[in-house]
């Protein structure tokens, strides 16, 4: 795996503000959520916090593997992060009445921490460019 690499991504993460989060449940079918963080916790270990909805807590739980998207759009730079998610930590649930969300459809109503185990760092671009580890 590539050390450099991963760290960049980190380091891009905090740059650009978010990232994607891609997951497949049993079924195969895939779902996209956003994240707004990236945290290196060691040299091959991730964490993501977000309030993420029902559908990618589920599919993880079917099927561990995820990919993390960072990506500067500007710039055309980017990186995908391949590998499986070791650890769901619930760390904040929603606790209170907000009268601005109930014309919206249900909201996540559990924040949850993902320990992510980084296998493979590839390039993530518009551009023309290999799915192979560099």
């Known amino acids: ?19 994607f989060v891609a997951t497949s ?4 079918l895939p779902h996209l959520a956003a994240a707004s ?12 916090t977000e309030w993420f909805c029902p559908g ?3 599919n993880l739980r079917d099927n ?4 993390l998207v960072v990506w500067d759009t500007g710039a055309d730079k980017g ?13 904040g649930v929603l606790d209170g009445y907000d009268p ?3 014309s919206t459809s249900p909201a996540p109503q559990v924040e949850r921490r993902l320990l992510v185990r980084v296998g493979k760092v590839i390039q993530f671009t518009r551009a ?7």
């Open 1 to 19: 795996m590539d050390f450099e690499a991963l760290r960049e991504a980190i380091d891009l993460a905090a740059a650009v503000g978010h990232i």
């Open 25 to 28: 449940g049993a079924d195969g």
């Open 37 to 48: 963080a990236l945290t290196g916790v060691a040299d091959d270990q991730v964490l993501v």
């Open 56 to 58: 990618s807590i589920t």
């Open 64 to 67: 561990p593997r995820v990919s």
């Open 79 to 91: 990186y995908q992060l391949l590998g499986e998610v070791t650890e769901i930590e619930d760390v």
């Open 100 to 102: 601005d969300l109930e």
């Open 128 to 134: 023309p460019h290999s799915d192979l580890e560099q």
